[in-house]
């Protein structure tokens, strides 16, 4: 084992272990937070959110990208669906106020790193129904957040590539999620990784109804594992561009593409993840760094960092003209910036 690897494995890791809740939400916020994904669909698959191409995806997990590997996102495209309810600190919906906005999981954040502030930042939703379990999920980083480099203005894979390249840890900003999990079905449980990427993971078993942690997904590997029985029928017709909403007249949830529905999944068969994040600050004076932006990052200078971190250890790196959109340079920064868990699955059957 490398020495930047025994590095990332200790850092890597999240602030403290995560915190297991039981009954996160009231029956009444529930039911609020499913009416706004009823009422407000369809929403685009969680890969549509973030990926122009196959190379970003992979940055955004880990791996070297194959040569010629001609897979498009279509190919790889998951049923995973997605929505915000708020980012930038605003939310979306006035009917869940109360849920963006809530004193208790502020006071949880703060206790979870010893912090004197808070400010919730984003909440978002996934949805999903059965799906083929086509082998070990990879796991993920969440979009690392750095003063001056953030999910508002820069590509998740830019940010977890920085999250891994360890370069960045003195412009890092705390953060803390809480998660919570609505699914009684089979399979679709929480897989993570406390103790760093190449330590044993942990799995948040069933049941999962109004389960939650809390977390600092951001800096710990993690992955949400195949939601039903392993040898559910795939969703034939499924696109990156597809989406996914409730249908009132048939009390169903449909996968259209290009307004056709391709599948269509019971309402009990949902697996429904509410995620709500916030900045954490240790005092006032990391309040102020972070607010008045007196030490940021910009994308240029963290790109330059990077090439000049890939060039010192012997990486032929052309200057980038359009970083954020160059495959050649996304390839070269995951080759150069690899690290994963090792464990590929718990009892996971043979593909």
Known sequence: MGSYEEQMNRALRPVAPPRLLEGVYTDDQYGRLLDVVKERGPWPTIQAHHFK?????????????????GLTLDD?????????????????????????????????????WGAQYAKPTMMLFNITGPYPAMGPPPAHLDAVTFRGVRYENAP???????????????????????????????????????????????????????????????????????????DAPPVEGLKHRSMMGWNPDSGAWDITTDDEVVHTYRNQDLRFLV????????????????????????????V????????????????????????????????????????????????
């Not at 009684?184 to 993971?201: H, I, K, S, V």
């Not at 010192?312 to 160059?326: N, Q």
């Not at 070269?332 to 043979?350: D, K, M, Q, R, S």
Request: with cysteine.
């Open 53 to 69: 191409t196959v190379e970003e995806l992979i940055a955004t997990v880990t791996g070297v990208v194959p040569e010629g590997h």
């Open 76 to 112: 790889i495209a998951n049923p995973q669906f997605r929505g915000f309810y708020g980012q930038n600190s605003v939310c979306f919906h006035p009917e869940i106020h109360d849920c963006f906005y809530d004193a208790t999981f502020i006071e949880m954040v703060k206790d979870y």
């Open 304 to 351: 330059g960092m990077l090439v000049d971190d890939m060039r010192a250890k012997g990486k032929k790196v052309a200057e980038p003209s359009d970083p954020l959109d160059d495959t050649d340079f996304v390839k070269a920064l995951v080759e150069t910036y690899t690290i994963a868990p090792t464990t590929e699955w718990l009892e996971f059957p043979a593909a």
């Open 275 to 302: 995620h709500w994040s916030s900045e954490v600050y240790e005092d006032m004076d990391e309040l102020k760094k972070v607010m008045d932006h007196t030490d940021d990052l910009t994308i240029e200078r963290a």
């Open 156 to 230: 998740v894979w830019l940010q977890n590539v920085m999250g891994k390249s360890g370069l960045f840890t003195d412009y890092l900003v705390k953060m803390a999620q809480v998660i919570t999990w609505w699914y009684e079905g089979d399979n679709g449980t929480f897989t993570y990784w406390p103790d760093g990427p190449l330590g044993a993971p942990k799995v948040l078993e069933h049941p999962l109804w109004n389960k939650g942690l809390v977390v600092q997904n951001e800096l710990m590997f993690h992955r949400g594992d195949p939601v039903g029985p392993f």
